[in-house]
């Protein structure tokens, strides 16, 4: 079988957590291979990095630096995961969902304004797939009606919309290190800080509202309890697991865009003759394969190609159920406007195995396979 997705592994990893474990004998957060990833993090990216537990914990302090407060609004797309909504329904915040776009799947910006009301207060873009959303439109937006811009980019690292990395555009932005994505440390993330007057407060939220940080700089002689915070700091073994991949992090690129080129050109027969779309990326946007998917013609069409390959050794999935027809985004959210492609769009895709070790026949094999189905 090939599976879907397969953690990248690089040797190297081993030997750093080995070297946590012995030399420096500290597995708490942010010790030796913190600070060598968050100094790689940020020389690549060019603005405040702080690593976290995860995606959804880098988006919680978003919603805290943003103070969001119960009965604010908070503007994003349904096409997207749990957590882009559940950090900001912590605070007590109202999800207001709007349409995606047919070609990126990402928030449609033309639809943003008229989602807005005195009580909005931040608007989420998603970066769906690693493919930036159009984001001088979104940030215009923001500023003419003062809101903050919290991106969403848990699949976006080494993208860049108009040359800027993606993450590094809005006041915040997030990454995920989740096994499913480019780079990974099993369980964790980045914010990105991209306003300065915010690193102080960002520092304090990630170490359970005390000033540590600073302590250990030798800034202050004890630290103590400042404000409120959480424990947002992922442990040692995890960074010493993802150094490797920063350190050759423009091969697992260009290999991830090798084999997304490679699905491409063999696929796109099917969608000359109009039996299958393949991914958009504007002309802005410079991707990372986070993935690879196909979109059928419907909803059945889908489930039949889905087992058709499941049949002949292939694990392809397809993603997520928009979050305004679940259980919860009906109780904190409300969708503005008209479902014109947020239901429709989400069940046409499938998502194709896509990893950093797979292998070039395998993606021949998986495109064959769909061909097969559609002879
Ligand atoms: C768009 C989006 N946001 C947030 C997350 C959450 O990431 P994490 O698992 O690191 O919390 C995911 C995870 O897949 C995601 O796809």
Known sequence: M????????????????????????????????????????????????LLTTSCTHA????SLLADIKPGDEVIMPAFTFVSTADAFVLRGAKIKFVDI????????????????????????????????????????IAKRHHLFVIEDAAQGMMSTYKDK???TIGDFGAYSFHETKNYTMGE???????????????EIIREKGTNRAQYFRGEIDKYSWVDEGSSYLPSELNAAYLLPQLEIADEINNKRLHLWNLYYEELKDLEKSERIELPFIPKECQHNAHM?????KDLEERTKLINYLDEHGVNAVFHYVPLHTSIAGRKYGQFIGEDRYTTKESERLVRLPMFFALEDDKVRYVAEQIKNFYQ
């Open 2 to 49: 090939i599976s879907f997705n397969e953690p990248t592994y690089v040797e190297k990893g081993i030997g750093y957590i080995t070297e946590a474990i012995l030399k420096y004998q500290r597995l708490n957060g942010d010790g030796v291979f913190t600070a060598r990833c968050t100094k790689w993090l940020e020389e690549r990216f060019g603005s405040k990095v």
């Open 59 to 62: 988006l919680e302090m978003a």
């Open 101 to 140: 776009r047919k070609d990126t799947l990402n928030i449609d910006e033309t639809l943003i304004e008229e989602a807005i009301t005195e009580k909005t207060k931040a608007i989420v873009p998603v970066h769906y797939a690693g493919v930036g959303c159009e984001m001088d439109t979104i940030m215009d």
């Open 165 to 167: 990395y993606l993450g």
């Open 188 to 202: 964790g993330g980045l914010i990105f800080v991209n306003r300065d007057e915010y690193v102080h407060r960002a």
């Open 292 to 296: 690879f998917y196909i979109k059928t």
